[in-house]
């Protein structure tokens, strides 16, 4: 099982960027996706989760309105498209898969940076 992000890097307040998290060795259209992130000294947190089939989204406040979760299941990948950004989304970004059923199953990509900073 592999979850590998992309798409990190450094970028200036109010600029954009997209992570992408590639899935395999798992049956990717039937787990749920998240995106977490976690800053410095800080406790990761939810960023955003999409179901199974992508028909039902959530989000943190905080990011409410700017970043957007998406996924192909014909590719295996869940995306986090993220505008307007803040120096307070600096954080380790990293992808998450779930299924909850008769027995639980949980997979969590290694992360990647974002830095938003001028």
């Known amino acids: 099982v592999q979850l590998v992000e992309s798409g990190g890097g450094l970028v200036q307040p109010g600029g954009s960027l997209r992570l992408s998290c590639a899935a395999s060795?798992?049956?990717?259209?039937?787990?749920?996706m998240s995106w977490y992130r976690q800053a410095p000294g800080k406790e990761r947190e939810l960023v955003a989760g999409?179901?199974?089939?992508?028909?039902?989204?959530n989000y943190a406040d905080s990011v409410k309105g700017r970043f957007t979760i998406s996924r192909d299941n014909a590719k295996n990948t869940v995306y986090l498209q993220m505008n307007s950004l803040k120096p307070e989304d600096t954080a380790v970004y990293s992808c998450?898969?779930?299924?909850?059923?008769?027995?639980?199953?949980?997979?969590w990509g290694q992360g990647t940076q974002v830095t938003v900073s001028s």
């Open positions: 998450n898969a779930r299924y909850s059923g008769w027995r639980d199953y949980e997979y």
């Open positions: 060795g798992f049956t990717f259209s039937s787990y749920a």
């Open positions: 999409i179901s199974s089939a992508g028909g039902s989204t």
